[in-house]
């Protein structure tokens, strides 16, 4: 069987699974810089049925199965990324004033009780 054949019977069959094949079967027509609804149009007359296809399975398709092709193409891998570096050593330790935290008062509220 063709897989526009096997597309059809999805769709008329309200399967799970027609979206993704929709997908995969009209990939570049679902693309074209036009509005959803006229592709729907345009994939009906393909298939040879009217309004089997909605404007909303080809914002569907549009919106999840690009994003999916997207985000595993564009995400960094961790290999790739810079280590932070560590900043210079202070040579000149004399001058800085460091604070003994067991001198500090921790509390300035004291307590009734």
């Known amino acids: 069987m063709d897989k526009k054949q096997i597309l059809k019977e999805m769709l008329q069959n309200k399967d799970p699974k027609r979206k993704k ?9 679902i693309y ?8 729907a149009q345009y994939l009906n007359k393909e298939l040879g049925i009217e309004n ?13 199965f690009n994003r999916k092709n997207v985000s595993k193409n564009k995400i960094p891998k961790i290999e790739n990324r810079q280590t932070h ?8 330790s004399k001058e800085i004033t460091w604070t003994n935290p067991d001198e500090r008062n921790s509390n ?3 307590s009734k009780f």
């Open 21 to 29: 094949m929709l997908f995969e079967v009209f990939e570049h027509e």
């Open 32 to 39: 074209f810089s036009a509005s959803s609804q006229f592709v």
């Open 52 to 64: 089997l296809v909605s404007a909303k399975d080809v914002e569907y398709c549009r919106y999840n």
């Open 85 to 92: 570096k560590q900043p210079n050593k202070i040579e000149d």
């Open 108 to 110: 300035p509220y004291k």
